[in-house]
């Protein structure tokens, strides 16, 4: 048993940050998040050279082709960046979706583009009842054909193909398309856009039945978790910077214990969210027969830390914290879209709920 | 990272499962409700019979009468021992933190002479640490050894002694010097608890037990040999032993805190709320999966900081996380249960319509000192704090 990373997969992390550190300073995140789309053709590029856009899908598309805890780590690392634009909706999202369903003409002709960073994508699933139970969707594709609306579909404004949940499977469409009107929905996180998109008999092309979603949304909802832990060390980190040289009555503020055990506290959280994500994704990876209940696990409780550690860090940081040039609300705002998309920690307990209360043996312990 | 158990792992888990399933005693339901004063040579014997089979220190080196176990193999042999319910070992604090620190500290004579003992459960320990001004604030006690002739000794008083009536030796940390700095004056004695002027008091804790006690010294004369480590180095040794401490106590917890959490979604299955089964009220099912992940959360900390522990080597404020993550969790876990068995929550095991025989108000009572034994909550975070997050000192 060894519940730590390898020698590769710490290579990966390390360049990963310093990749981040250098091409998507805080700076660039603050200059993308003022435009229309948070996309910038440049940085993509440069995704695409790195191997990420094609991190975990298979080298015959022109991925990397490597796995679960990779691509989480990759994702912390961009979630301490607070890397803006597509990257989320396009590989984690779409690609996942592409990966799991497509056949392999499907994955020729979109995932290999997407690997190689020429193309982008996202995924429709919510509609006007918000919910991210993919039974509770109502838009039907009739004829090939797709009739509705879809609404906060992430990206939707950059991608090249939107993925649609249908009621009767999951379909591909060209965004180009005529019958397809894509307008912006303003959300809290100004880093990655929302979008409706409305489907007037918008030709669709189908990738499979809509039960076959449950992996790449588990992967999804995974690296989502991953990209918060990146987001709370970020913001923990800041806390302690700052704790350790603002002064107040004569001493740095993080001698006081009411400061100390905050930052204590946000410490515990990010490390106990980092673990509870680790562990979903080895469980994905190996498709351990609790890995669904871990990718839960992983997000009600990364969901609801990553607030926690958010309200900390701006309190420890008193009024600073309360202005638009300290960057910890930009940590903050996606920390509470990220915590509601693809189910917020409520709405994991209740699938954790049907997954042990629900079951008939609650398997009491594994070795 | 890989989560599956190595070869070895597996060899050392179905080799102390097997000899487990022969070994465990049958009777042990039949004494457990009974006082510790009891059952107290039932679990000597245990001991002894772990002892035997080369089992009752698997975390020791070899040449110790261990078995160098690693830090996993010592995880599976803690879960090994909840799952089959085994009782505990009688000579806990001499196997889980005192030995270990004599291994660390103790000169060659102090190793023959303690340490088979320990393992044989024929001499009992017990640790003389907090006094009644010296809780968190440990380096201020204020017991004092004098020197004399080839001796010290020793007058104060210590409390929360565990073990401490049937404590045949003690590990006491005292003052040896008082002119000194409070953590550089002090000195790690090992008492005979026999020797004239010891005194063992009974503390009668919320639930009711003497899970503790207080001890009075007067005039006590320790022999220079029986000094642990160095004179007025005894904040280093005093460390390694609540290092080991708060590294310990977490492995063994987690099949504890799995199995209760299970009873709960268990028993959530037939209680009635609202004229359905509890386990359909969607307030209690958000609680009890809430519960469920947090358990599941601390076994994963766990093997996590033993991957790191293993790579740096030794126990460190990992173990701070851990002991601050399980004693505010069992504390969640306990009002949870209280919750869900409405007024028979608090029926105590004497009564006849208790469930569970009563373990669920008696472990509401009990988890209420979780926070506080073993350092409490502030100090741990005191330690997050300043010893990993690099903050200044607040004290």
Redesign the interface.
């Known amino acids: 048993m060894q519940f730590g990373l390898n020698e590769s997969q710490e290579f990966l992390r390390d360049s990963a940050r310093k990749f981040f550190a250098g091409e998507c300073p805080i700076a660039e995140v603050r200059r993308l998040m003022e435009t229309d789309t948070a996309f910038d053709a440049n940085l993509w590029a440069k995704l695409a050279d790195q191997g990420y856009t094609g991190i975990i899908f298979p080298e015959e598309f022109g991925g990397v082709g490597l796995g679960m805890v990779e691509l989480i780590l990759l994702m912390e690392e961009a979630g301490r960046a607070l890397l803006p634009g597509p990257f989320l909706s396009t590989v984690v999202l779409a690609g996942s979706v592409l990966d799991t369903m497509a056949t392999r003409e499907q994955g020729k002709k979109y995932l290999a583009p997407i690997c190689r960073g020429k193309a982008r994508a996202t995924v429709a699933l919510l509609e006007e009842e918000g919910t991210w139970d993919p039974r509770d969707v109502c838009l039907t594709a009739v004829n090939g054909k797709l009739q509705g609306e879809k609404l906060f579909v992430p990206d939707a404004a950059v991608a090249d193909w939107i993925i649609v949940v249908a009621r009767n499977g999951v379909f591909l469409v060209d965004s180009q398309d005529p019958g397809i009107r894509v307008e912006p929905m303003l959300g809290m996180d100004l880093t990655r856009k929302l979008y409706s998109v409305q489907f007037y008999d918008a030709p669709a092309e189908k990738l499979g039945e809509a039960d076959g979603l449950s992996r790449a949304l588990d992967i999804a909802t995974t690296a989502l978790a991953a990209e918060a832990v990146g987001g709370m060390q970020r913001t923990l980190d800041i806390t302690v910077e700052y704790a350790k040289t603002r002064k107040q009555f004569g001493k740095p503020i993080g001698t006081f214990q009411a400061v100390q055990h905050q930052c204590a506290d946000m410490y515990l959280e990010t490390e106990s969210a980092r673990s509870a994500v680790y562990y979903a994704a080895w469980a994905l990876q190996q498709r351990a027969p609790d890995a669904t209940a871990a990718v839960s696990i992983a997000k009600l409780y990364a969901s609801d830390a990553s607030r926690t550690v958010g309200n900390r860090g701006i309190q420890v940081h008193g009024g600073m914290g309360f202005t638009w040039e300290n960057d910890l609300h930009l940590y903050y705002r996606r920390a509470k879209a990220s915590e509601t998309a693809l189910g917020d920690a409520t709405c994991h307990r209740e699938r954790l709920a049907r997954l042990t209360i629900d079951a008939e043996v609650v398997s009491a312990q594994r070795a | 990272?890989?989560?599956?158990?190595?070869p070895e792992?597996l060899a050392f888990?179905d080799e102390f499962r097997a000899w487990l399933q022969i070994n465990v005693p049958k009777d042990w339901a039949d004494w457990r409700e009974k006082p510790l004063e009891e059952s107290f040579p039932y679990l000597r014997a245990w001991q002894r019979k772990l002892h035997d089979g080369g089992w009752a220190a698997v975390s020791w080196p070899k040449e110790y009468g261990g078995r160098g176990a690693t830090l996993?193999q010592q995880a599976?042999f803690w879960?090994e021992m909840a799952?089959l319910e085994a009782p505990p070992m009688a000579n806990a604090l001499g196997l889980g933190l005192i030995g270990p620190t004599i291994i660390a500290y103790g000169t060659d004579a102090q190793k023959k002479k303690f340490i088979p003992k320990i393992l044989s459960a024929e001499e009992i320990w017990c640790q003389g640490f907090s006094e009644p001004n010296a809780g968190s604030d440990l380096a201020a006690l204020q017991t004092e050894a004098r020197p004399g002739d080839g001796h010290y000794v020793v007058n104060g008083q210590k409390v929360w002694t565990s073990y401490g009536w049937v404590g045949d030796w003690c590990e006491l940390v005292v003052r040896t010097d008082p002119a000194v700095p409070k953590h550089k004056g002090l000195t790690v004695l090992l008492v005979d608890m026999k020797s004239p002027g010891v005194e063992v008091r009974p503390l009668r804790q919320m639930t009711g037990e003497s899970e503790f006690n207080e001890i009075f010294f007067r005039d006590v004369r320790v022999p220079a040999e029986n000094i642990l480590g160095k004179v007025n180095d005894g904040w280093n040794v005093a460390v390694s032993t609540l290092m080991h401490e708060r590294g310990a106590y977490g492995a063994r917890l987690i099949?504890i805190f799995?199995?209760n959490i299970?009873r709960l979604?268990?028993l959530?299955?037939t209680i009635q709320r609202n004229g359905k089964p509890a386990?359909q009220d969607?307030v209690l099912?958000?609680k009890?999966?809430?519960c469920?992940?947090?358990v599941?959360?601390m076994r994963?900390?766990q093997?996590?900081a033993?991957?790191?522990i293993t790579?740096t080597g030794a126990p460190g404020p990992e173990g701070s996380?851990q002991k601050?993550?399980w004693s505010e969790l069992n504390q969640r876990l306990q009002q949870l249960a209280q919750e869900l068995l409405g007024p028979y929550g608090q029926l105590l095991a004497s009564d006849g319509h208790a469930v569970d025989k009563g373990i669920w108000s008696y472990g509401y009572l009990r988890s209420r000192g979780n926070t506080i034994e073993a350092g409490t909550s502030?100090i741990?975070?005191?330690i997050?704090?300043?010893f990993?997050?690099?903050?200044?000192?607040?004290y």
């Open positions: 990272m890989d989560l599956n158990l190595t792992e888990r996993m599976i879960e799952r099949l799995k199995r299970n979604i268990e959530s299955r386990a969607p099912r958000q009890l999966a809430q469920f992940a947090e599941e959360i994963l900390n093997l996590r033993f991957s790191r790579a996380i601050l993550f502030e741990q975070r005191n997050i704090g300043h990993v997050l690099g903050l200044p000192r607040s």
